[in-house]
């Protein structure tokens, strides 16, 4: 069968739909898997911490989390973090620091919070190459916990 105009662009056409098709169905199991990846960068993952708390977000602040953490303690320390905020509070990102450890890195945010000014402090840390947020302010029975510092008098 001779190929016309007309069934060469029908073949294109074709061939056009089969891989938007693929492309769609790879992009719709990729954004399925509640996996998160974390960030490259400690301002990345200050980023897209302000990126999160600014769009009251929950499902990005879980995902700011790292997955050794379940799913359930992830969302909940998320839903805990988005209920304890106020109305009006928008955050920046004002200084990031890694003067402690390469793995570790400290985030001054601030902002408005309503008619008032509003700051904070997040702590990051680094775990196979990628970026969480530490929560520093989780609730007794959360299963998410940053790190703490010894407090005790050291021996002699």
């Not at 990729?30 to 960030?39: C, F, I, K, R, T």
């Not at 309503?114 to 997040?122: P, Q």
């Not at 190459?129 to 703490?148: F, K, L, M, Q, R």
Request: proline share 5%; hydrophobic share 35%; with cysteine.
């Amino acid at each position: 069968m001779p190929v016309t105009h007309r069934t060469g662009r029908l073949r294109a056409a074709a061939v056009l739909a089969l891989v938007l098709g693929g492309a769609l169905l790879t992009g719709a199991c990729s954004s399925e898997d509640n996996d998160p990846s974390g960030a490259k960068s400690p301002r990345a993952a200050a980023d897209a911490y302000v990126k999160a708390v600014n769009g009251r977000d929950e499902d990005a602040l879980r995902d700011l989390y790292a997955p050794q953490h379940s799913e359930d303690s992830r969302t909940k320390e998320a839903k805990r973090l988005v209920g304890s905020l106020g109305d009006g509070v928008e955050l920046s990102v004002v200084d990031v620091k890694q003067d402690v450890s390469p793995k570790f890195a400290s985030v001054r945010l601030g902002g408005s919070a309503g008619e008032g000014r509003h700051a904070e402090y997040i702590q990051l840390s680094e775990a196979d190459g990628a970026w969480w947020v530490v929560p520093d302010n989780a609730d007794e029975d959360s299963e998410i916990g940053g790190p703490t510092a010894d407090t005790s008098k050291p021996s002699s």
